[in-house]
């Protein structure tokens, strides 16, 4: 089938369930190409080809003196800018979609759907869309993306999810419940292999965090949380990988601390590197939080990587986490901003191996009962072959 996947920037490291399913549906047959504003030049390989249109990020920057003079109108600006970045988006995708004519296309994130809509319907493209995190959590808060959505919403032949808690997030801001499926992430169940915990056991004890440092991060809470960890268990360490605008004043927040011997800050890192760091970790912390603006996560990929290496997780009651969490069998659950819950549980699994291995190879066991890469794949596929109205 000719298959337009449609994305703002291909290759981003932390997003590997978009190259993963770019990839299986290139492997699988499909002839792909990826419309995208920019690829990451230290992203992998890009399946298929590509065309390059320029209608996300790099258009906002091309627009941005227009922006700042109608920003600076007030509300009415706002939305004449809004307006106008739709409109010059929209008219690149148009474009881009009317010269390849694909028989079906697949859709990353609410956002890049409302630009690519004109196009799809005035090539009469069935499409398949996925929302993630913000696309369905911050955004809905504002105006024109609360309208905007809802064509969106009406036009797709499904709307996919990777939690519960998102789905009902829809539901409640216009989509029909029955267009929605409900598709976790799966990683790589072989890169990810169960840790051996004889090894783990002859290495400090290590709590190991891994995410962009933004505000839904927390990682400050994790940093707060193990200075508690580190004053009952002195031989701990912390290790945090992952880059983003928290990056000076989480090391700022270490330093302070007087944790800089204990505390690594690893920055951006590949997925086999954060394959090798989870085998050395005796814990996995992850502090999921709702932005200020009202952005939540999906469904942290990083978590259920952690549980295929058979680390038990220590989160947040924070969006879809709860549904791959299991508090008290796989890990443990706290409250939001909760660090000294945090601090406390971390503290039980780095004093109690035993409770460590037992707990992640629980969070294995549930995982593999729950999510495949290959099935994950072919869901994704049949709904977008059923889309065009042919058989995967």
């Known amino acids: 089938m000719k298959l337009a996947y449609i994305l703002g920037t291909y290759g981003v490291i932390s997003e590997t369930f978009i190259q993963d399913l770019a990839s299986g549906l290139n492997a699988a047959g499909d002839e792909l190409t990826i419309i995208c504003d920019s690829i990451n030049p230290d ?33 009415r600006g706002d939305r004449l800018n809004e307006h106008l970045c739709h409109r010059v988006a929209s008219g690149r995708l148009s474009s881009a979609l009317s010269q390849l004519r694909p028989e079906a296309a697949y859709v990353d994130y609410g956002f890049n759907a409302i630009h690519a809509l004109p196009g799809l319907r005035a090539g009469r ?33 499904r709307v996919i999810v990777p939690s519960q808690h998102l789905r009902r997030r829809l539901v409640v801001a216009g989509c029909p419940p029955e267009k929605i499926r409900i598709i976790p992430y799966a990683p790589d169940l072989k890169r990810f292999s169960p840790g051996d915990w004889e090894a783990r056991r002859r290495l400090p004890p290590t709590v190991l965090s891994v995410g962009r440092l933004v505000e839904k991060k927390c990682p400050q809470a994790v940093i707060r949380a193990f200075a508690l960890v580190h004053g009952a268990v002195p031989e701990a360490r912390l290790v945090m990988i992952g880059d983003g605008p928290l990056m000076p004043s989480c090391r700022k927040l270490v330093a302070d601390m007087g944790l800089a011997e204990v505390v690594e800050l690893r920055g951006r890192q590949p997925v086999d590197q954060v394959a090798a760091a989870m085998q050395d970790a005796w814990a996995f912390a992850q502090h999921s939080v709702t932005a200020g603006n009202g952005d939540q996560e999906g469904l942290p990929v990083a978590i259920l990587e952690a549980c295929a290496r058979a680390l038990p997780v220590v989160a947040t009651l924070h969006s879809g986490i709860p549904e791959e969490v299991v508090d008290g069998e796989t890990g ?54 059923a889309a065009a109205g042919g058989a995967a």
Do not use: N
């Open 332 to 385: 443990f659950l706290v409250q939001e901003y909760d660090f000294e819950g945090m601090a406390e549980r971390l503290i039980r699994l780095l004093r109690d191996s035993d409770l460590a291995e037992r707990l992640g190879r629980a969070g294995r066991s549930h995982l593999e009962a729950r999510s495949h890469p290959e099935q994950r794949l072919i869901t994704v596929r049949q709904l977008i072959h």
């Open 125 to 157: 493209i069935p499409f398949v869309v996925h929302f993630h995190g913000i696309d369905a959590s911050a955004m809905l808060h504002e105006g024109y993306y609360q309208e905007a959505i809802l064509p969106v919403f009406h036009a797709a032949y």
């Open 43 to 75: 992203g992998p390989a890009v399946p298929g080809t590509t065309a390059l249109v320029g209608f996300g990020k790099s258009l906002m920057q091309r627009l941005r003196w227009p922006r700042i003079a109608l920003r600076a109108i007030g509300p």
